[in-house]
């Protein structure tokens, strides 16, 4: 009896000992190795486009210094982490500050100039001018992130109780409060004019979520554009 209990002791003991060694082995891929990381915003539309995930490697960077035009994966500069150094190590590694997905236009020690022409943004690295073909060349459609009309369900019973004081049912006060949320409730997609909404290339468009203008026409807009002073403020 006295055996069988050595022996179970040790299988669990054992067992124990296994599942140590894996959490390393996964921490020390998951560290050094490859990253399992997803694209959080537009920016890089339409190389990458918004919801995509991939694997990005870590180890090549432990031997060579990133490339120009590479794209790299990091952590959001701005995040601050905890003064205690091993909660610090986990958010650092393991679950922390957001990840960003850049593509590399400059080195330490390079000059980088940007500014506009021909009413486009340009980059100017070292006083040459860039090639940037990867840049977003279509036009951003404005759409709903969810159904418009569950969201107008959630406001009117948000807003049941007003209505019921008041005696009366204000469609402007929906449509205002819905305008409110629309940072919320809302964003813009690359969408190609010159295909239909089923055969998008980019995103799965559903023609009741696209937000209209006063016409009718879906509201579109030009890929965001950097301001920068103009040559004689510089």
Do not use: C
């Not at 009117?156 to 409060?177: A, K, M």
């Not at 949320?181 to 023609?207: C, L």
Request: charged share 25%; no cysteine.
């Amino acid at each position: 009896m006295a055996q069988m209990q050595v022996k179970k002791k040790s299988a669990i003991w054992s067992s124990i000992v296994e599942f140590t060694v894996l959490l390393m082995i996964v921490f020390l891929i998951r560290t050094m190795g490859f990253g399992l990381y997803q694209v959080p915003t537009g920016s890089m539309e339409t190389t990458m486009l918004v919801g995509e995930r991939f694997f990005a490697d870590k180890f090549t960077y432990f031997i060579k210094k990133p490339q120009d035009n590479d794209i790299i994966a990091f952590n959001d500069p701005g995040f601050i982490y905890a003064d205690n150094k091993i909660v610090s190590l986990f958010q650092q590694y393991v679950w922390g500050p957001s990840n960003w997905t850049k593509r590399v236009i400059g080195m330490p020690g390079d000059h980088i100039r940007g500014m506009i022409e021909d009413d486009k943004p340009v980059i100017y690295r070292n006083e040459k001018k860039l090639d940037e073909p990867y840049l977003n060349k279509y036009p951003l459609i404005h759409v709903w992130k969810h159904d418009p009309e569950m969201l107008r369900e959630q406001i009117e019973t948000e807003l049941e109780g007003v209505f019921r004081r008041s005696g009366q049912f204000d469609e402007t006060v929906i449509n205002r409060i819905m305008i409110q949320k629309w940072g919320e409730t809302s964003t813009y997609r690359s969408y190609d004019p010159e295909v239909s909404f089923a055969q998008q290339p980019f995103y799965r468009i559903i023609p009741d979520r696209i937000i209209r203008g006063p016409l009718g026409k879906p509201e579109l807009k030009e890929p965001e554009k950097p301001t920068y002073p103009p040559p004689d403020a510089r």
